[in-house]
């Protein structure tokens, strides 16, 4: 093997045991390169178990809806144990008004979250962990965030149809796409599937 095809898989390696052990630095989703219409906004960020409040500088109306996909556990040390994004140690809040965004139909512990829901408030929308003593905290939720242009349903609904088109295997998706069909507001309630 040549020197520097060893160093760059070297690298590579190390690049990689450093995503692993730190965490979800990888989407959840992968979005097309030029986003659709319909979106107006998307970002990925991690929130590490130690960051409190983050701004993730996205600005939402009220009334936006937007979609918040979630994965990842974070130990809270001490031995209180792991706990995923839709327990009660991950707050979300827009501008100074707290909101929490826990999904129905996913344990504390279950590792992801999946809402897509219309905003009550106007605001620069915030993540972080609760927890009195952050510093002993290992682990992270991945959090891919999308803020909706539009607020046709049957359009949301059809970007994450083709999504898993393209991505069968992709939980997320499948996950968000069932969420949807559970909170979207143009259709007769359908509890069944919880
Ligand atoms: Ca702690």
């Known amino acids: ?30 979005m097309p390169k030029s986003l659709p219409t319909i979106i107006k906004e998307y970002k990925h960020i991690v929130v590490y178990g130690d960051s409190t409040s983050i701004n ?11 979609s918040v996909l979630a994965t990842g556990k974070i130990d809270l040390g ?24 826990l999904p129905y139909g996913y344990a504390p512990d279950a590792g992801m979250s999946f809402s897509t829901l219309i905003s009550p408030y106007s605001g620069y929308l915030h993540f972080g962990i609760r927890d009195e003593y952050p510093q002993n ?6 959090l891919d965030i999308i803020v909706w242009e ?11 149809e083709n999504m898993k088109t393209k991505d069968p295997q992709n939980e ?21 599937d919880f």
């Open 1 to 30: 093997m040549k020197l520097h095809k060893f160093i760059s898989s070297f690298f590579y390696l190390f690049i990689s045991s450093f995503l692993i052990i730190y965490g979800c630095a990888t989407p959840n989703i992968k």
């Open 56 to 66: 993730t500088g996205i600005y939402v109306n009220k009334g936006n809806i937007l």
């Open 78 to 101: 001490g031995g209180w144990g792991s706990f995923g994004p839709s327990s009660s140690i991950f707050f979300s809040r827009f501008g100074q008004n707290y909101y929490s965004f």
């Open 137 to 142: 905290n290992v682990g992270s939720f991945s």
């Open 150 to 160: 539009t607020d046709d349903w049957v359009q949301i609904a059809d970007f994450f």
């Open 172 to 192: 997320t998706i499948t996950h968000a796409l069932r969420d949807i069909n559970y909170f979207r507001t143009d259709l007769p309630v359908q509890k069944e």
